[in-house]
């Protein structure tokens, strides 16, 4: 079992620190907060070894688990990468590019595997369908959330709609070309919803709205590609997919038949792929165990948290282009 250690005893924290006590793949070391009350009372309350000293319980595990404010995950990163350490990072993966870039070239030196968390990859309805999803050419994605002071000192692009980019880069094999987007400040300091369309080299367009004072939550995308529509609900965990093949010669009572002005017809049926049920938390930190095991490559690679990290912060830059 790699042995691991925590740094961030923070909600999320507390959630990772729960999960990898649970987990069959790691042994849970410790943790550390930089807050002492805080560490000493999540200590007393869980039973989870506190560490006063950062670098105690770098010497102490094989990985660390960064689940610190996005201000300290280079930091973070940096001491443990640069003591041999696996690291995984919570999204997005730094405050910067340059960061996420110094990391990538760390790690690389040192020989060690990076992994961030963007969870909805393993979310049982983006998995489900996500081989199915070949040569998008539209995508549209909702992701509203309603109101928590958790997460406001970010936009909301890198608090929610970063889920998004991820999932679309990880589907979309081509690179963005251009950006136009808009973002609102209402609540907060920093934009609390916003637009952004994504135009991509193969003639791909996505378009994404991202939400932290809706009336309701939602998380949904779809997915529109030569003859099939995919939608996925990221938080009911459900997909619809609808699929247009050539119609038969002889089509049954039942068979849904569409003609075209061209008189082509097509007909319409329905896939169900099964959804398992699963924490998608605890399955994203053990597939880092699994990649660390078998020396093979990260589910999220440092590498694809940058890129989303470069698409977030170019959106983000498109609002600032908007107010001058």
């Keep these: 079992m790699l042995k691991v250690g925590v740094l961030g005893a923070g909600h999320l924290g507390k959630i990772h620190l729960r999960l990898l006590k649970e987990s069959q793949k790691y042994q849970l070391i410790g943790f550390y907060d930089p807050d002492v009350a805080t560490g000493k009372k999540v200590a007393d309350e869980f039973g989870y070894k506190y560490f006063e000293k950062i670098n105690d319980l770098l010497n102490a595990v094989d990985v660390i688990d960064i689940v610190t404010p996005t201000v300290y995950h280079f930091d973070s990163a940096k001491k443990a990468i640069e003591k041999g350490k696996h690291v995984f990072i919570e999204k997005p993966i730094t405050s910067t590019l340059k960061e996420a870039q110094e990391l990538l070239k760390l790690a690389q030196e040192y020989g060690v595997k990076g992994q961030v968390g963007h969870v909805e990859r393993f979310n049982p309805a983006f998995t489900a369908v996500k081989e199915l999803i070949n040569k998008p050419m539209f995508i549209e994605t909702h992701r509203l959330a309603e109101f928590n002071p958790r997460g406001t000192d970010v936009p909301v692009v890198l608090d929610l709609m970063i889920h998004d980019i991820d999932a679309i880069l990880s589907v979309v094999n081509s690179k963005v070309t251009q950006i136009n987007a808009s973002g609102v400040s209402v609540i907060s300091q920093s934009p609390d919803i916003a637009n952004a369309r994504l135009e991509f080299e193969n003639g791909c367009v996505a378009n994404l ?116």
């Design 209 to 324: 709205t991202a939400s932290r004072i809706s009336l309701k939550n939602m998380r949904k995308s779809r997915f529109f590609q030569k003859d099939a529509y995919i939608s996925i609900d990221f938080l009911e965990k459900k997909v619809e997919v609808v699929k247009m093949k050539d119609a038969p010669e002889n089509p049954g009572d039942f068979d849904m038949i569409l003609q075209n002005a061209e008189g082509v017809k097509k007909q319409i049926y329905f896939e169900n792929p099964s959804i398992d049920t699963n924490n998608a938390i605890l399955d994203e930190l053990e597939s880092f165990a699994d990649a660390i095991n078998a020396d093979s490559t990260p589910v999220v690679t440092l590498a694809q948290g940058t890129e989303a990290l470069k698409v977030a912060l170019a959106i983000i830059d498109s609002f600032k282009t908007k107010q001058l």
